[in-house]
């Protein structure tokens, strides 16, 4: 009654998957589309059966009837009640059974499946089931949500790209003939999406409120989510005509221990891994038990599994957490659960604050990125929770003691006031809080806000005798020293913080503070400038902290230049470039391209020179830097903008500054790496035909398709969301007009001699 929209790698897959066995499951959560799925791919799949493809629904029966007699029913044929009888009925046909929503006779399903595929020779069986049959020869196909952009899109031809959006707009202009998805409101439909993680059926009840609301008012009232997602449809089964029936028909499936675990899980904004859940969701539950309740989530499409690396990790879709979580209130444990929770996040952002300059500091940088929702979410909660201030305080404070942060430095300094607000009493966590608020404003050139911070900081930790904040205090007092270009005062305070921390086996400190010295010295051109940054650099080494090791080797490169050696101070610093994994990366990537930048003009290179120096100028907006308040970098850089502008003319110098301007962060690193494009970057411009409408990432993806990578490989291949990789392959069928990888395989085959 409705067109079918997206799942073009989903048709394929199944189609690929029945041509390889003969019995194929969808699974996934009530309402994500496992029916409209698989009657596409049996209606498409028609001619492949010439005795027909027939459509079992297991629930449409108004009297309990066992799955032989209702597949006997469906096919006309009577007194059949055992499989060996309807087998023998079915013996040399060619045919496609569909047994739909399997999941509430699921042992009768599979001993019904496997006695059909071991009784028969040519019957296919297409199942589809909120939790696998466990049958013999079983293929399973997970049917994800639909993709949806990861942020809210402005623009409605990049909306339109994503399958969610399309299916709200199309169901939304059925309502409103006059709706469509334009610039106007791609962000709120793209917002609304996303919140309701691409869930098809959830999508379109949010359609339907189009004949009352406009999208920004069904945003609004997404906190009523329950009673928002609703259809009064008089056709629609029972369980289909509220989202809440949807979800109770799942719930009904699971065991005691998984409803508590679900409930439990709910505290979560994000995802989890198995640990996280034992150590927060155990309580009356053995350990054991937990790991069986997962299991048994994942298993019935309650909890979505991700990898992350070398983790597992589980997430909850926004609708099963709202579930959860109104199940969590009625059992009386709310309060408890998310005390552990909060305590959880609190102990772990200690953790990251003693292990940050480590062994494992890759880890940790992963670790705050993949959560970063949810340590916003634990801060927050802390911070509305009356009793719960200090909690917050000592979390906040752990968290932006070092620079593995997960915000950007503006939101770090942002909740780190409203944490210091909620909890004014003096104390330790104070004092922390104080060093590390100051420690973000100095990061990002703000002296005037971190100047009465450090003072407050210095006075409390005098009063509680603390001497390791008396220290830090002396610390970020020569950092300021360093950006006001006062360097021997700089160098005095430095080395005096240097020497407790060593003293105090604090190497995390020790190293920050040496890393600031060296660069002192770097800009004053002092004499100790190499032996200082080879000792940050060797430090980072006998740590193996190579997430820092970037911002050594910044500064050794500019030592190098400094000393007249530009091409070895280029490779070193080309070295340090990576994309960000965390928002306060792009500021020691903006460090990197700058410096870059001057090199290049010192070179007589002063096009490139004006490009990197605009793709920094961006890159220092979007850390929330303020670049005047970076003294020695902010000189050097007014200098080089001059001596640019003097050699390239103002016209040609704006030209090529915001050429850089325009630039992502990945484009700028490509571009800050050879300053001539490469062999690759001039073929993928050169790309016309079927491929000409895909973005540069696109193109990348689709060569990965074609060289026979999974979704998780690229994934892996280019650090990104293994979701996310699904939604650009997706997008690239779409554009390209295609059904299948394979499709995209042979052009580039053809095209470009990949394959």
């Given amino acids: 009654m409705t067109s079918f929209i997206g799942r073009e790698r989903e048709l394929a897959e199944v189609k690929r998957l029945l041509g390889a066995g003969r019995l194929v499951t969808l699974t996934g959560i009530g309402g994500v589309g496992k029916t409209r799925l698989a009657l596409s791919v049996a209606t498409e799949a028609r001619r492949a059966f010439p005795d027909g493809v027939w459509l079992v629904d297991l629930v449409a029966s108004e009297t309990p009837k066992s799955p032989v007699r209702m597949v006997a029913e469906t096919l006309g044929l009577r007194n059949v009640e055992d499989p060996a009888g309807l087998a023998r009925h079915l013996a040399g046909k060619r045919m496609l059974l569909v047994l739909d929503n399997c999941e509430h006779l699921i042992d009768e399903c599979a001993a019904l499946v496997g006695d059909l595929l071991c009784l028969t020779t040519d019957v296919r069986i297409l199942a589809t089931s909120r939790q696998l049959l466990r049958a013999n020869g079983e293929h399973v196909l997970e049917v994800p949500s639909l993709p949806v952009p990861e942020t809210d899109e402005a623009s409605a031809d990049t909306a339109l790209r994503y399958a969610a959006v399309r299916l709200f707009g199309e169901r939304a202009s059925a309502v409103v003939p006059e709706f469509a998805v334009c610039d106007a409101n791609a962000a709120a439909v793209t917002g609304l999406c996303h919140r309701l993680d691409g869930l098809p059926l959830a999508i379109e009840f949010a359609a339907l409120r189009m004949r009352m609301l406009s999208v920004e008012q069904i945003v609004d009232r997404l906190d009523q989510l329950f009673l928002l997602l609703r259809s009064d449809s008089p056709v629609a089964s029972p369980r289909q005509k509220t989202l809440h029936g949807l979800i109770d028909w799942s719930y009904d499936l699971c065991s005691a221990e998984e409803r508590t675990l679900w409930a439990r899980l709910s505290v979560f904004s994000g995802a989890c891994d198995l640990e996280t ?62 005390r552990r929770h909060r305590e959880w996040y609190r102990d772990l952002a200690e953790q990251a604050g003693a292990e940050w300059f480590g062994p494992h500091q890759v880890e940790w940088v992963d670790r705050m990125a993949g959560e970063e ?76 806000a971190a100047a009465p911070l450090l003072e407050e900081c210095r006075e409390l930790a005098e009063r509680l005798d603390d001497q390791a904040q008396l220290a830090g205090v002396v610390q970020l007092t020569g950092l300021a020293a360093v950006l006001k270009e006062d360097f021997p005062r700089a160098c005095a305070l430095l080395t005096r913080a240097l020497a407790y921390y060593r003293a105090a086996g604090d190497h995390g400190r020790s190293w920050t503070t040496l890393l600031h010295l060296a660069t002192a010295a770097v800009f004053m051109g002092d004499a100790r400038a190499t032996a200082l940054c080879r000792e940050c650099e060797e430090m980072c080494e006998a740590a193996g902290a190579r997430w820092s090791r970037r911002e050594a080797q910044l500064i050794s490169g500019l030592d190098l230049w400094r000393r007249g050696d530009a091409r070895a101070a280029t490779g070193v610093i080309r070295q340090a470039l990576r994309p960000p994994r965390v928002p306060s990366e792009r500021l020691g990537l903006a460090h990197c391209v700058e410096a870059l930048s001057w090199i290049a ?136 007009g295609f059904t299948s990888r394979t499709q995209v395989a042979a052009v580039w085959a053809a095209e470009y001699g990949i394959g």
């Fill in 277 to 338: 859940a034992e150590r927060i969701c155990d309580d009356g539950i053995l350990t054991d038990a937990v790991l069986e309740a997962v299991a048994g989530l994942v298993e019935k499409s309650i909890l979505g599994r991700e990898a992350d690396g070398s983790r597992t990790r589980y997430r909850l879709l926004t609708a099963l957490r709202r579930y959860g979580q109104d199940r969590l209130v009625e059992s009386g444990e709310e309060q408890a659960v998310r």
């Fill in 373 to 448: 929702a949810e340590w916003a979410a634990v801060l927050e909660s802390c911070l509305n929770e009356p009793g719960e201030e200090r909690t917050g305080l000592e979390m906040a404070a752990a968290l932006w003691s070092h620079p593995l942060s997960f915000a950007s430095l503006g939101d770090g300094h942002r909740l780190l006031q409203r944490a210091l607000a909620a909890d004014p009493a003096p104390s330790a966590a104070r004092a922390r809080a104080l060093w590390a608020d100051a420690w973000l404003c100095l990061r990002r050139g703000d002296l005037p």
């Fill in 601 to 736: 003009a010192d070179q007589d290179r002063p096009e490139y020179a004006a490009e990197l120096l605009g793709a920094a100028d961006a890159l220092w907006r979007s850390a929330g830097a303020a670049l005047p308040g970076l003294g020695p970098v902010a000189r050097a850089h007014a200098d080089c903008e001059i001596g640019l502008r003097r050699a390239l003319g103002q016209d040609a110098f704006a030209e090529a500054h915001a050429r850089g301007g325009r630039l992502t962060p990945e484009q700028a690193i490509a571009r800050a790496r050879d300053e001539e494009p490469t062999a690759s970057e001039t073929a993928d411009e050169a790309r016309t035909g079927v491929a000409g409408a895909l973005t540069r990432r696109e193109r990348e993806i689709a060569e990965l398709v074609a060289r026979g990578f999974s979704n998780k490989d690229i994934a892996s291949a280019l650090v990104i969301a293994p979701r996310t990789a699904e939604g650009h392959v997706g997008r690239i069928l779409y554009k390209m």
